[in-house]
């Protein structure tokens, strides 16, 4: 049998198959939760400081209390880490409410859940499709808005990703974004969207998670001297663009070559998805910004 992934499980160090949650966790009864995932590559963690902080946030709006610092959960991470054989990985970490044995339950008396998950590296796209670029579908179904659920919030409440996915690969596409309320482009259930057009590169800038590395190709545009806008855009900007990719921290960029039923006009990937992926990848090999694991 392969050797098990070891997770942190509130406080301690667990086999995969010991990782076992309550049916009364309220992550599981009601998605009420917080998470987030980071990736190390050869042995390196990238933006580890960065993903924390952002956790820290969606658990502070969130009122889920653990008595972990910033510090406590980078040394959390970076054990869990030492506890695994494996140096390419993506890491989540999970905080729910929590369990409680009554049906009716009052939601500020949890103690809450905390698990730390690495599995080996996951690239959002196989290889071939990474080469040649994905198809990308527009959901119907629209992004949560401020006034109901901040997409901010790096959350467990999920259903509506999974539907649009699943309308997403039924439709023959590889993956999906979705709008705003109001039209506006947003993004997928697990990455941030740019597009190119006339040299310059432009990205949602309300209504979306605040990727990581979304936040890291803006900064490389800017070394690259590639000017990149936060915009308001809609489909019929996607449609006209030269290029488009999604990126995450499951991969980096990812090109796409067609949008519901458009192809993209040139090669893909084109010139500056290729030019900013490279430049990604070099920095994370560079060791900037990471935080290396032994
Ligand atoms: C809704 C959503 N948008 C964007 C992203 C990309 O964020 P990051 O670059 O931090 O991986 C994610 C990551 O899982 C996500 O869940």
């Not at 995932?37 to 933006?47: L, M, T």
């Not at 949890?110 to 579908?137: C, H, M, S």
Request: proline share 5%; glycine share 8%.
């Amino acid at each position: 049998m392969d050797e098990q992934p070891v997770i942190y499980m509130n406080g301690d160090y667990v086999p995969l198959s010991e990782a076992n949650i309550s049916i009364l966790d309220q992550g599981f009864l009601l998605g009420d939760g917080v998470f987030d995932v980071v990736s190390a590559w050869k042995g390196v963690i990238y933006k580890l400081d960065a993903h924390i902080e952002r956790f820290s946030l969606s658990l502070q709006a969130a009122m889920l209390n653990t008595s972990m610092s910033h510090d406590d959960w980078r040394a959390a991470i970076i054990e869990t880490m030492r506890r695994n054989s494996f140096r390419d990985a993506t890491i989540r970490f999970i905080v729910t409410r929590g369990v409680s044995t009554k049906v009716v339950a009052d939601p500020r008396d949890f103690e809450p859940t905390i698990i730390i998950w690495p599995a080996p590296y996951i690239f959002l796209a196989d290889e071939n499709k990474r080469a040649q670029g994905i198809r990308l579908f527009i959901s119907h179904l629209r992004a949560f808005t401020p006034d109901t659920l901040d997409p901010r919030y790096k959350c467990l409440d999920r259903l509506h990703f999974q539907l649009a996915k699943i309308e997403a690969l039924d439709a023959g596409c590889d993956d999906v974004i979705w709008l705003s309320r109001d039209g506006h482009v947003a993004e997928g259930p697990a990455s941030n969207l740019f597009m190119a057009k006339d040299g310059k590169v432009y990205t949602p800038g309300e209504g979306v998670l605040r990727g990581i590395t979304r936040q890291a190709f803006i900064e490389i545009a800017a070394e690259a001297g590639i000017e990149c806008i936060e915009a308001n855009l809609t489909p019929f900007d996607l449609y006209s663009a030269d290029e488009l990719f999604t990126c995450s921290t499951a991969g980096g960029a990812l090109a796409v070559r067609e949008i519901t039923g458009r192809k993209m006009p040139g090669a893909v990937p084109g010139p500056i998805t290729q030019e900013l992926d490279r430049r990604y990848w070099e920095k994370r090999e560079s060791g900037a910004d990471g935080t290396p694991i032994d």
